[in-house]
Nanobody, 122 residues
Framework: QVQLVESGGGLVQAGGSLRLSCVAS????????MGWFRQAPGKEREFVGG????????FYADSVKGRFTISRDNAKNSVYLQMNSLKPEDTAVYYC???????????????WGKGTLVTVSS
C-alpha cells in the first residue's frame, strides 16, 4: 500500500478556485490508478474524479464535469485536483485514494488519505 497525504483545502468564495494536492509515499505510486472523493456532513463518500496509472484516462462525476480537472505527476508521486467555479455544494472533506482495480467505488480503493477540508461560501 501507499501512504497518501492531501493538502490545499481551505475557505473560498463561490466562483473561486482551489488546487488540491496528494503526495504518496512508496515506489509503487505509478502503478496505481488514483481517485479523488469527497464527503459532505451527513452524506456518504462520493467519487469526484479519477485518473489511470499513466495519466492517459480521466473520469469525472457529472456534478463536477467541466469544472474540475484531475492530473498526476508520477515523477513527484503526486496527484492533483484543480477545482474551478466552485459552488457551496462542493463543500466537503476531500480525500485522495489509490486503487489497482477498475472500479471507482469507495469500497474498491486500496489506500486512503486523511482528507482536506474545502469550504465554499455563498
Amino acid at each position: 500500500q501507499v501512504q497518501l497525504v492531501e493538502s490545499g483545502g481551505g475557505l473560498v468564495q463561490a466562483g473561486g478556485s482551489l488546487r488540491l494536492s496528494c503526495v504518496a509515499s512508496g515506489r509503487t505510486f505509478s502503478t496505481y490508478a488514483m481517485g479523488w472523493f469527497r464527503q459532505a456532513p451527513g452524506k456518504e463518500r462520493e467519487f469526484v474524479g479519477g485518473i489511470s496509472w499513466g495519466g492517459g484516462h480521466t473520469f469525472y462525476a457529472d456534478s463536477v464535469k467541466g469544472r474540475f480537472t484531475i492530473s498526476r505527476d508520477n515523477a513527484k508521486n503526486s496527484v492533483y485536483l484543480q477545482m474551478n467555479s466552485l459552488k457551496p455544494e462542493d463543500t466537503a472533506v476531500y480525500y485522495c485514494a489509490a486503487t489497482y482495480g477498475s472500479s471507482w467505488s469507495p469500497d474498491g480503493m486500496d489506500s486512503w488519505g486523511k482528507g482536506t477540508l474545502v469550504t465554499v461560501s455563498s
